[in-house]
């Protein structure tokens, strides 16, 4: 009974731990054993890297059973404290690490009832789309062991598309939450800019960073989104305060009368693929069955989005990774003095992509190129925002559009570091904006998923949610075929 369970919903498992037909540490035994499946053999998932069987075990025999999210099994990502398991980012500067202290988002789902099962793999430092920057191994895509699941969430979208758990807590700095969502064929949520506290999450580029939660379905997501939902700006100035965050996010609410619904041209350009277009268009299509009125909406700045992003997150990145030297956390390697220790310790603790990261956000951030590069692409970054908030000021209540251009890839496929950034077209925007944004499954290209991205004003959740329920109750089965 728990494998089924555990194969459904967080609201049934919720159900039957409250009412007592289920207990909290049947389930995570539940999780335990599948996750075991899912991990077995010379191709296994790799979805963890670091999960203790019996410290779960005893957790649950401590879980309020009467919390919104009472015995649910779930998944972090590797960059989320918690004081038992690791936090190691998927670095080797940081293997075996563990955390004094509790991210924010952790502490409320467990005092919600959840249990912690594992932390998930992940590119170091949350660079990358693919898992391939791991220093543990990538994850693989459940639905097809030769492709990425998306990245650099990729652990945590395989554990709850993989049946391991029904949610899973990921971080998003342009599109790391939406796009393994996309990839693995689950719903992903990245929130309004300050909806989730980010205290706990290492950091990457602190303007851009979320916490976001990953769901099989909508109600899911929304469900984990309400929980760790909050003002905790006693621990994270950029936290918002209660009054600006609408807490009630689930809703049955199927229908969209009177919703506008934006189609950005920029993100259907001429040059996008036949089969991805036409998976659009019946996204579209049902949004419209359901009510919405569909507009045609420009976002001019749009092609502007992944040059400014991949100057400001790595300049960011750069000063928030200076903090790995050695001296306080994780790996030391000793060399003749100081400096030779820091060097020696970076070499050798940082991969390839962290590696180029930091150089190029350096660079940017120099007294000679500051203005030509880190003020330019703060400026972009500013018209950016403006386009969306003239395309909301004329009454568009969301917009859709793709997640990625494309479904999963295969290992290696993506090679090129800048093939690899553009990948991420249809996502930094929200990031750069701070607007919230979500990706629902809405059917297959070639058996791969394949996602559709909701975007709303800032704040505006709940009609991001609303929109979101109406899609994938319009598109039902189709959104997996
Ligand atoms: N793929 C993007 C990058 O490599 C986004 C990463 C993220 O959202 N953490 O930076």
Do not use: W
């Not at 920057?133 to 709850?160: E, I, K, Q, Y």
Request: proline share 6%.
């Amino acid at each position: 009974m728990t494998a089924t369970l555990l194969a459904g919903t967080s609201a049934g498992i919720v159900a039957a731990v409250q009412s007592g037909t289920a207990s909290p540490e049947s389930m995570v035994a539940a999780a335990f054993a599948r996750m075991r499946v899912a991990d077995a053999g010379a191709s296994g998932l790799n979805v963890f890297v670091s999960s203790d069987e019996t410290a779960s075990g005893r957790a649950a025999e401590h879980a309020p059973r009467t919390g919104p999210l009472a015995g649910v099994p779930v998944a972090l990502k590797d960059n989320i404290a918690t004081p038992f398991l690791t936090t190691s980012c998927g670095s080797r500067v940081l293997e075996g690490y563990v955390s004094p202290f509790e991210a924010t988002a952790a502490r409320k789902l467990r005092e919600a009832g959840a249990v912690l099962i594992g932390k998930t793999t992940m590119d170091e430092f949350a660079m990358g789309s693919s898992t391939e920057h791991s220093a543990f191994g990538p994850a693989r895509n459940p639905l097809d062991r030769a492709r990425v699941p998306g990245g650099s969430s990729g652990g945590s979208a395989v554990a709850v598309a993989a049946g391991i758990c029904p949610i899973a807590l990921g971080s998003e700095t342009g599109g790391s939450v939406r796009q393994p969502a996309a990839f693995c064929g689950i719903v992903g949520v990245k929130p309004t800019y300050g909806r989730v506290s980010r205290f706990g999450l290492v950091a990457f580029a602190s303007s851009l960073d979320n916490i976001g939660v990953f769901g099989r379905t909508v109600d899911d997501a929304a469900l984990a989104m309400e929980v760790i939902s909050g003002d905790d700006t006693r621990n994270d100035a950029t936290s918002a305060p209660s009054s600006q965050v609408a807490p009630a996010l689930r809703s049955q609410q199927a229908d969209l009368q009177g919703v506008v619904i934006g189609k950005p041209r920029e993100y259907f350009p001429p040059t996008l693929d036949a089969s991805m277009r036409e998976r659009a268009e019946r996204g579209l299509e049902a949004l419209r069955a359901r009510g919405a009125e569909i507009r045609d909406v420009s976002l001019p700045h749009t092609t502007l989005a992944v040059p400014a992003y991949y100057i400001i997150a790595p300049a960011e990145c750069s000063a928030n990774l200076a903090r790995f030297d050695g001296a306080r956390y994780g790996l030391r390697i000793e060399g003749d003095g100081l400096r030779a220790m820091y060097e020696a310790t970076r070499s050798s603790g940082f991969g390839a992509e962290v590696t180029r990261r930091v150089l190029l956000g350096t660079y940017v951030l120099s007294a000679g190129y500051y203005d030509a590069y880190y003020r330019k692409a703060m400026q972009v970054r500013q018209l950016i925002r403006q386009d969306f908030d003239r395309v909301f000021a004329t009454g568009v209540h969301a917009l859709f559009t793709l997640t990625t251009p494309t479904p999963a890839f295969k290992f290696g496929e993506l090679s090129d570091p800048y093939a690899m950034y553009m990948s991420d077209i249809f996502t930094v925007t929200a990031n750069l904006a701070e607007v919230p944004a979500m990706s629902v499954p809405i059917g297959r290209v070639n058996n791969l998923p394949v996602g559709g991205q909701v975007i709303a004003p800032k704040f505006s959740e709940a009609t991001m949610f609303r929109v979101s329920y109406a899609l994938e109750a319009e598109l039902g089965a189709a959104a997996h075929r």
